[in-house]
């Protein structure tokens, strides 16, 4: 079954400065990779995704790249903000399957 | 806000006892998945449900069961429940078509002690 990395555990930086989080993952046939972000107390949020026939995708703040020959991809937040502090989930699955696999989280802090 | 919906919001067993979770999918979603997200892990996939039926299941033992409804909502059952089912359960409801993004429900924290 696919089984998905995610680093680093935690991040911390300053409020401006961007924030990388890096996903890798090991079924070559997974084709849909989505990240969410989950508040304390609340479900996960998606708030970006990618096809793997997209090598990039930004939306506004936020953007995700993949490298399909790696098996990598990542979530990019330029600007940070306080609010941006949660814990960030990057996800894989093959599309048309439902089975969402998750890496174990990231989480960033954003200090004024 | 996603729309979909979860009941209780916190619920507290005792090892051995039974617990049903509910969930109400998003307007015109007729998939549902479960997931089950220990303390600092993240969702680990149940199972699925489409058109009132499993169509998909995680490494969860049977005693993990669930029902869709005609209308879609669903219900997560858990027997025998034991100290290490304790963690926040997850709902996410999928769109009809082909489409893959999932949206998740706040989730209910079980407890068991």
């Known amino acids: 079954g696919e089984n998905v990395e995610q680093h680093p555990s935690t991040l911390s930086v300053q409020e401006g400065d961007s924030a990388v989080i890096k996903c890798t993952y090991s079924?070559?046939?997974?084709?849909?990779f989505p990240w969410y972000k989950q508040e304390l107390g609340k479900g996960p949020q998606l708030i970006i995704d990618i096809r793997s026939n997209v090598g990039e995708k930004k939306d506004q703040r936020i953007a995700v790249t993949l490298n399909k020959t790696a098996k990598h991809f990542s979530l990019h937040i330029t600007e940070t903000q306080p609010e941006d502090s949660a814990v960030y989930f990057c996800?894989?699955?093959?599309?048309?399957?439902?089975?969402?696999?998750f890496g174990k989280g990231t989480m960033l802090l954003v200090s004024p | 806000e996603t729309g979909v919906t979860q009941s209780p919001t916190h619920l507290i067993k005792t090892r051995g006892q039974q617990v049903t979770l509910r969930c109400s999918s998003q307007?015109?979603?007729?998939?549902v998945s479960w997931y089950q997200q220990a303390l600092g892990q993240g969702p680990q996939f149940i199972f699925q449900y489409y058109r009132e039926e499993e169509n998909g299941r995680g490494n969860f033992p049977p005693r993990f069961s669930g029902l869709q409804f005609p209308n879609y909502s669903s219900e997560l059952n858990v027997n025998a429940l034991e100290l290490d089912d304790s963690a926040l359960y997850l709902c996410?409801?999928?769109?009809?078509?082909?489409?893959?993004?999932?949206?998740f429900g706040p989730g209910t924290r079980l407890t068991v002690l």
């Open positions: 307007s015109g979603h007729n998939t």
């Open positions: 079924d070559s046939a997974s084709n849909y």
């Open positions: 996800a894989a699955t093959s599309s048309g399957y439902s089975t969402l696999t």
């Open positions: 996410a409801s999928k769109g009809q078509g082909y489409t893959d993004t999932q949206y």
